[in-house]
């Protein structure tokens, strides 16, 4: 059974920075591409990037290309997604999602998402 | 970037009834096309993948159509764990894009 388990919420003030985590088991660290999408309150879907768990590299969304870092843990096969410069417009829900393919990224499973908050 | 677009927006249909979602691509994205279901509280759930393929333990209820630009998402018998949000999403290529939603609503 493949669990992508998320950090739990989070509040930030604007222009702090922001860490979320994403512990999958062993078998989907090593099996599964991970991306980081956000979902604003009422508003839709919105990728953000892509990691290889394996090897670390990363393809990230234009728009958050210059504010947003995933990097992975292997001894504790857990994701991170990063974003800096925090603002209002970045509260959303974060997932976390496993794609078992780089250039078919389907999304197999999801974590539950973790509410993020941006304000003064 | 892929627009997608979704219709409609919301509907209110009954236990039982067919319900058909509809998801249209900006650009040709042959059969990279995925459909997921939301529910409050829960986890986001996969249902399909290239436009056709049932994620393993998806109803056969569920089912997709579509290449190119337009695509389906049939239910063909509305039950009462189904009332949700549904998305469609292509992956044909980068930045992955996604549909609006379509909030599927008791009657």
């Known amino acids: 059974q493949v669990q992508l388990v998320q950090s739990g919420a989070e509040v930030k003030k604007p222009g702090a920075s922001l860490k979320v985590s994403c512990k999958a088991s062993?078998?989907?660290?090593?099996?599964?591409?991970m991306h980081w999408v956000r979902q604003a309150p009422g508003q839709g879907l919105e990728w953000m990037g892509i990691?290889?768990?394996?090897?670390?590299?990363?393809n990230y969304a234009q728009k958050f290309q210059d504010r947003v870092t995933m990097t992975r843990d292997s001894s504790t096969t857990t994701l991170y997604m990063e974003l800096s410069s925090l603002r209002s417009e970045d509260t959303a829900v974060y997932y976390c999602a496993a794609s078992s393919g780089y250039y078919s990224p389907y999304f197999d499973y999801w974590g539950q998402g973790t509410l993020v908050t941006v304000s003064s | 970037d892929i627009q997608m677009t979704q219709s409609p927006s919301s509907l209110s249909a009954s236990v039982g009834d067919r319900v058909t979602i509809s998801c249209r691509a900006s650009?040709?994205?042959?059969?990279?096309l995925a459909w997921f279901q939301q529910k409050p509280g829960k986890a986001t759930k996969s249902l399909i993948y290239a436009a056709s393929n049932l994620q393993t333990g998806v109803p056969s209820t569920f089912s997709g159509s579509g290449s190119g630009t337009d695509f389906t998402l049939t239910i063909s018998s509305l039950q009462p764990e189904d009332f949700a949000t549904y998305y469609c999403q292509q992956y044909y290529s980068y930045p992955l894009t996604f549909g609006g939603g379509t909030k599927v609503e008791i009657k």
């Open positions: 650009q040709g994205i042959s059969t990279y």
């Open positions: 990691i290889n768990p394996t090897g670390g590299s990363t």
């Open positions: 062993e078998s989907t660290f090593t099996s599964y591409y």
